[in-house]
């Protein structure tokens, strides 16, 4: 049975929705659920980039509000223009690279149509609006003031798991001639890059090191090119014979290795298959040195996040 724990993430969340609707309590808004479901979808976003969103997600927000607003107007709400709309704003959105808030945008458009009835569209829009900010400023200022991690440290650890999995992964691969499953390895490793991506723009505002983030360059590459050979040799080694010169690369980092795959080479496609074995064992072999590089320089600020984090 999986390990269920209270994450940091998980507390944030909760908090971000209570303030919100004291929030909202307090300024007297309409609609104070609104503020608590946008602070529900801003806590969904990268930690790192959720200043950046917020500002995107205010601006989609209006973008639905302006909509539904001239659907109001032209006299014509039914499904046809409501589905026309969605269609609008989910374009809008794309062509400015809101892709984040297209979830707020849409809700806010359907939330005013559906329940402005025969009030003042542009007025109560006006309020929808208001509610969503409040939500979306609160979610993002406890997404970064509320338990803020040192943002180096969340990247590395999220580096360092995955070279773990990418170790065990290949040692089955070769020992017990398992299927690589490298999907959901590709899709963490993605998602870490989007983190890693949103910290080299903070980098702008002097939140981290220029040499810090060199060493976080160069595990990122190393890690998509691990993953990339991985990727090339496939979902499986039946049949394939390894060279002994690939052999001895990978017991260097696996010296106890046990292997039932034949030794030596035969054809075109055996040369191609060693030589990505022969380079997947290199690579982990210079991640492995460059990330306890990494904690021997700095041990104080990566060996103590141990807390989960979702």
């Not at 025969?118 to 979610?139: E, K, P, Q, S």
Request: charged fraction near 25%; glycine fraction near 4%.
């Amino acid at each position: 049975m999986r390990d269920v724990r209270i994450g940091k993430r998980t507390l944030k969340t909760a908090i971000a929705v209570v303030l919100s609707l004291m929030i909202g309590r307090l300024v007297n808004l309409q609609q104070p659920l609104m503020a608590g479901f946008s602070a529900i979808v801003v806590m969904q976003s990268s930690l790192f980039s959720s200043l950046d969103q917020g500002k995107n997600r205010l601006l989609a927000t209006i973008t639905g509000a302006i909509v539904a607003c001239i659907i109001s107007w032209s006299g014509f709400t039914n499904y046809f223009t409501i589905g026309l709309g969605t269609i609008v704003i989910i374009l809008i959105c794309n062509i400015f690279d809101w892709k984040g808030s297209i979830t707020l945008g849409c809700m806010v458009m359907l939330v005013i149509l559906v329940d402005v009835g025969d009030r003042n569209a542009l007025v109560y829009a006006v309020n929808r609006t208001l509610d969503t900010f409040i939500g979306i400023a609160v979610g993002s200022l406890v997404n970064w003031f509320v338990f803020p991690p040192h943002p180096l440290r969340w990247i590395f650890e999220s580096y360092a798991s995955i070279e773990r999995d990418l170790f065990i992964e290949f040692r089955e691969f070769i020992e017990d001639e398992e299927e690589i499953e490298i999907r959901l390895i590709q899709e963490e490793l993605v998602r870490v890059d989007k983190e890693y991506n949103a910290l080299t723009n903070q980098y702008k505002v002097q939140l981290v090191k220029e040499k810090e983030l060199a060493h976080l360059e160069e595990v990122n590459r190393l890690l998509f090119q691990v993953v990339s050979h991985m990727t090339v040799v496939g979902a499986s080694n039946d049949n394939s014979v390894l060279s002994r010169r690939a052999l001895k690369k990978v017991r260097r980092i696996m010296p106890d290795i046990r292997t039932h795959q034949s030794i030596s080479s035969h054809d075109l496609y055996d040369d191609i298959y060693s030589y990505h074995i022969e380079r997947i064992a290199e690579l982990l072999l210079i991640l492995r040195e460059k990330i306890h590089a990494i904690y021997d320089d700095n041990p104080d600020a990566y060996n103590s996040m141990k807390e989960p984090v979702e």
